[in-house]
């Protein structure tokens, strides 16, 4: 299991300073549309089409889903890898950060959290940085010219919370939720930029939390479980912080298909835990 996690890792480590060179020139629109209706950058038809040809060869990898398609693309292997090319992606017009998501599961797609053996992500900010949970550790590192250096060996979510992010507009957010984020408001700072990952970076590492909740007219909310959900919720508790839909940990849930949505929350356990009192 080790050398197939370890390979994936190293194509996205590999790949995504590639995706990153590639934006520049990719910030039109295509004329088409993702699965979840969102219309499609070049730059996320370029990361999906490079980490799609480069997951499957690794030789333990034998399927690969990713927001950006359809359906699965299947192959032999005993590991599948579900990939967000590039979360945030609206984020490339207001040159603001963006990233690459991904999850490694040890069952068919679309699989329930617990099948997660490993997930991380590649963050395209000020530097390009790699962050990866694996056996319960969470290790980040720069991606600098081909090289990867080390910056964290146990990364782990800072104790004492300071910053929150919630997606949605207010006027969309149920009343109890809006009631719980006006508690939030008056204890951390706001950081929201329009990426998870950016977002979610933020949180692990000023502490606080994060999330994009269930609307009213949209209950299951705007944020992908498989592609979104399970692996930024693998890597935040791997973190020692805590997961919800508003409910229960994301890691409990099963996808009940491909690009099925969900609320999203990561972050400081006792402020996840007022979430779920909140929202019963
Ligand atoms: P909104 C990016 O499109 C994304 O999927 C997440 O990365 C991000 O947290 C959210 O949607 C932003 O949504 O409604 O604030 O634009």
Known sequence: ???????????????APEVRAGLADRRAYTESENPSGDRQLAADVHADELLCERLLDVDAVGSYASEERDAVVEDDGRLHVACDPLDGSSNLKSNNAMGTLFGVY???????????V?????????????????????????LD??????????????????????????????????????????????????????????????GG?????????????KLR?????HPIA????AAGGASSDGERSLLELTPDRLHARTPLFVGDPGYVDDLEAALA
Do not use: C, H
């Not at 479980?225 to 959900?229: A, P, Q, S, V």
């Open 234 to 237: 693998f890597v935040v508790e």
């Open 118 to 142: 490993a997930a991380g992500f590649a963050l395209f900010g000020p530097v390009t940085t790699l962050v990866v949970a694996r056996d319960g550790r969470v290790r980040e590192w720069v």
């Open 106 to 116: 040890d069952a068919p797609l679309p699989a329930p959290g617990s099948a997660l």
């Open 145 to 206: 010219g081909g090289d990867r250096r080390l910056l964290e060996d146990d990364l782990a979510l800072p104790a004492e919370p300071t910053v929150y992010g919630f997606g949605g507009r207010r006027p969309e957010w149920t009343d109890a939720f809006a009631a719980y984020a006006d508690r939030v408001a008056e204890e951390l700072k706001l950081r929201y930029g329009g990426a998870m990952l950016g977002d979610v970076n933020q949180v692990l590492t000023y």
């Open 1 to 15: 299991m080790s050398n197939g996690i370890g390979a994936v890792v190293d194509v996205v480590a590999a790949t």
């Open 225 to 229: 479980l498989l592609f979104e959900g």
């Open 209 to 221: 939390v994060f999330g994009y909740p269930g609307l009213r007219d949209r209950p299951e909310g």
